[in-house]
């Protein structure tokens, strides 16, 4: 009957949506009859899967080798001034140049000698000469250049010219000539590692010195090292899981309790992972420690299929037969599994697009679209098989642990109390008032008795909503105070070698930004005294290495006058390069001949900024003030380090979550539009979902974690994470039929609440027992854990509010 005043419009698309809904339950239900009809063809076929392709990852496993491809942004401007540089000034590296020549950082070995307490590393020149000289004689047949610094300094007080007084660690740089070629390279490989096996000898040497060695193949080494480190531990994590899911689908009932039930639902969505990652592995996909992290995403989304699965189960009537059970349960559950997957598919696959320009994240997202998309497979034919046996189990009165004949109660009433607590199948507890005898799960009773009357007490709303206005207070101070960075130290293990010499460089060599490269790549008027202005005003505030600065002075002191071109050019050919003190400028100047006529089309010169300890983002504001002024000045120029290729990333990094988050609150309301009967469903799941994100990314400050590639695929799943949960309770809450919403509130929570609680707690005790774990822990799992287990106490407030 239409409602008195409601538009025809409203109520064509109540109609619409309602034959939508009935359409998608009766696919489900249809759904759920051929696999009740067909178990063991659904069971097979997941499992030939598995082995095939789980045979495969492990004949096809190859790790990814390029880490610059992995985290720098593929579509890198420092790329492209990289490319420039090297066109002007192709690296030659059969000379011994500075090492700030460098268009890519090559093969070396770096070894940062520190000094105890107190100590003067200078006092110390024994040791650092037996450590150089062991370097030097190390047989390998060719020269190193040698590049050094001091760290830790006191300068002499009062001292006009910056006189040392002390230092605390000095640092030894050993640039090798690969001359561009395979073999070289190869040798230069095997040096390196001789490098860091002399470094640990001598550390053992030299009890009074601490020696900090890393190689440019250490960070490689040491970010693939990250697997094995983590290796343990995600299997403990999965037993914890294991065990909390097989626990949590428990009954004192010993035919209703489903314990292998949860103990095949966390396996049931391992083998899927085992698959996709056969997948990966069969289409060249190249392994790094960034996909850790899909085994926890998938165990989230893949175990709330299983739980609710299993409630779904709970809630069909025992006196039907196990095949329309099985049936009623896929109608009444998968309708919003089918939502909620569908969205994490569309949201990682807006990750894994050609728009997404961070490698690993592309990589991370296309992977987690296969897991997605697997898990969605396995739950409704592998699980689902699981469940009709175990139905079957259970029509037939089997005991649901031993698998074998429940004895009448008469029978049972002659045995002793052990034995009629191991067989009982809760005849005795159900009362002649109590027609679901489910009801006495314990998560069951806790919902129904304890928290419904609780968080539904006119006395404690006012509290949750004080309680939610605090957390959404400080959510949104941290937004406030969002750190970006892509600090590629973040993405190793905590004890590798390579954060151990980062953290002590960063302490005591802080001072000096990287030196970086100023190409000028256009011809340019250097005897004009404005060309000459712009260009000091350009290196102002920096230590410059430069072939102008020393010409100019050069002609200053030799009092010689070039006011034109052919007198600045002849004297700086003729005579200022030719002298040995200057000779080496020869490779930053590049002349052309024309006729009798020369020209300077190209030169290049070196600044050094001072910085402070938090030497990263110092150094990416001078690249992003740099930068513009090489459009708006006359000068044309570009600046370039080999590290500016990795911190490109961090003007990335804040708006990728940011458009991701939106599309995906867009995708929901699209969704849930024809899901939804009532259309404040859709308001209230944008509001909650929104909560949640924006209070984990402000909560992520409050930690300590800056925003790069892990951060962005934690923000994603967390946005799906928490559809996951809210999507059910509202599509229960607004469909109830209930008199008040009180009652609409608890008839919601006890239908899902257990499902909720079965897949958060399993979920949490796999985080957190490993967060609390030693430092040894990965960076990668440990930023994925803490960033879950927030979106999962955001997510409780955020069903609270709603």
């Keep these: 009957m239409r409602r008195p005043g409601a538009p025809a419009s409203w109520i064509w698309w109540r109609m619409l949506r309602q034959v939508l809904r009935r359409g ?52 890198s401007l420092a790329k492209i001034e990289r490319s420039l540089a090297s066109s002007l000034f192709p690296l030659d590296q059969s000379k011994s140049q500075l090492y700030s020549d460098l268009h890519t950082p090559g093969r070396y070995g770096r070894v940062i000698l520190l000094s105890p307490p107190g100590d003067n590393i200078l006092l110390q020149a024994e040791g650092i000469l037996q450590t150089h000289r062991a370097v030097l004689e190390m047989k390998d047949g060719r020269n190193s250049f040698i590049g050094h610094q001091l760290g830790g300094v006191v300068e002499v007080p009062n001292s006009k010219d910056q006189r040392v007084k002390s230092a605390r660690a000095i640092q030894i740089t050993y640039y090798l000539q690969t001359y561009g070629s395979a073999t070289q390279d190869l040798i230069g490989e095997k040096w390196e590692n001789e490098f860091c096996k002399l470094m640990r000898k001598l550390q053992e040497e030299h009890q009074d010195l601490q020696l900090y060695s890393l190689a440019s193949f250490s960070l490689w080494r040491d970010f693939h ?48 992972i085992i698959t996709a990652a056969g997948i990966f592995f069969i289409t060249d996909g190249k392994y ?13 989304h893949g175990t709330k299929g299983v739980f609710e699965l299993l409630s ?58 296969v897991s997605i998309l697997l898990n969605y497979f396995y739950i409704f034919s592998f699980f689902g098989s699981c469940l009709v046996f175990a139905g079957q189990l259970e029509q037939n009165r089997y005991h649901s642990i031993f698998c074998c004949k429940i004895p009448s109660a008469e029978y049972l009433d002659r045995k002793p109390v052990w034995f009629q607590t191991v067989m009982s199948d809760g005849h005795q507890q159900t009362s002649h008032h109590e027609t679901n005898p489910y009801q006495h799960h314990f998560i069951q009773h806790f919902l129904r008795e304890h928290y419904n009357e609780w968080i539904t007490n006119i006395y404690v709303k006012p ?15 941290g937004c406030l105070q969002i750190s970006d960075g892509a600090n590629i130290i973040n993405l190793l293990a905590s004890d590798s070698p390579s ?12 001072n000096y930004s990287p030196v970086i490269g100023f190409y000028v790549y256009e011809p340019l008027e250097y005897w004009n005294s404005s060309v000459q202005e712009d260009l000091r005003r350009l290196c102002s505030g920096f230590t410059a290495v430069s072939w102008v600065e020393q010409y100019y002075q050069f002609l200053k002191v030799s009092n010689i006058s070039a006011n034109n071109k052919s007198d600045f050019i002849s004297v700086l050919q003729s005579a200022f390069l030719k002298k040995p ?53 006359s000068i044309r120029f570009i600046v370039f380090n080999p590290s500016f290729v990795f911190m490109d990333h961090y003007s990335l990094s804040v708006t990728v979550p940011v458009l991701i988050a939106g599309f995906g609150v867009l995708l ?20 909650s979902v929104t909560s949640i994100e924006l209070g984990v990314l402000g909560l992520m400050t409050l930690w300590n974690v800056d925003m790069d590639c892990i951060s962005i695929l934690c923000l994603i799943y967390t946005l799906n994470f928490a559809i996951d949960h809210c999507a059910p309770l509202l599509y229960t809450f607004v469909l109830a039929t209930e008199h008040t919403r009180t009652q609409c509130i608890k008839s919601s929570l006890q239908e899902h609440g257990t499902a909720i609680l079965q897949n958060v707690t399993s979920f949490l005790i796999g985080h957190i027992t490993k967060i609390c774990e030693d430092e040894e822990a990965d960076n990668n799992l440990r930023k994925c854990k803490r960033v879950g287990t927030w979106s999962h106490s955001a997510m409780q407030w955020g069903h609270t509010a709603a």
């Design 24 to 75: 998608l339950q009766s696919f489900c239900h249809r759904l759920g009859l051929c696999v009740s009809r067909h178990p063991v063809f659904f069971l097979t076929v997941p499992a030939v899967l598995t082995i095939t392709f789980g045979l495969s990852a492990l004949n096809r496993f190859q790790p990814e080798g390029d880490l610059e491809r992995l985290v720098a942004p593929s579509h």
């Design 463 to 477: 509290f949750v909503v004080i309680l939610y206005l605090i957390y959404a207070s400080f959510s949104f101070m």
């Design 312 to 369: 779904g189960w709970r809630r069909t009537k025992e006196n039907l037969p196990f095949k329309d059970r099985i049936a009623d349960a896929y109608s009444d559950v998968m309708v919003t599994y089918t939502m909620t997957s569908s969205l994490y598919f569309i949201t990682f696959g807006m990750g894994a697009s050609p728009f997404t320009n961070i490698e690993a994240v592309k990589v991370f997202c296309q992977n987690m679209c």
């Design 288 to 300: 790094n420690s960034t996909l850790l992290g899909i085994p926890f995403f998938a165990m989230g």
């Design 668 to 687: 929901v309301l699209i969704l849930t539009f024809f899901l939804v009967i009532h259309p404040l469903g859709n308001f209230w799941l944008i509001l």
């Design 581 to 633: 003190e200057f000779q080496h400028f020869r490779n930053d100047i590049i002349f052309s001949k024309a006729g009798d006529e020369s020209n300077i089309i190209a030169s290049r010169l070196y600044l050094v900024a001072r910085t402070s300890r938090d030497k990263q983002k110092e150094v990416i504001e001078v690249l992003e003030k740099l930068r513009p002024l090489s459009l708006s000045k």
């Design 499 to 510: 954060v151990s010499y980062a953290m002590v460089q960063q302490k005591y060599f802080s």
């Design 225 to 272: 090292k990250t697997s094995i480190l983590a290796r343990s531990k995600v299997l403990v994590s999965l037993v914890l899981i294991l065990t909390t899911a097989t626990l949590s689908s428990s009954m004192k009932d010993c035919l209703r309790s489903k314990p292998f039930l949860g103990l095949l639902g966390v396996l049931t969505v391992c083998i899927s």
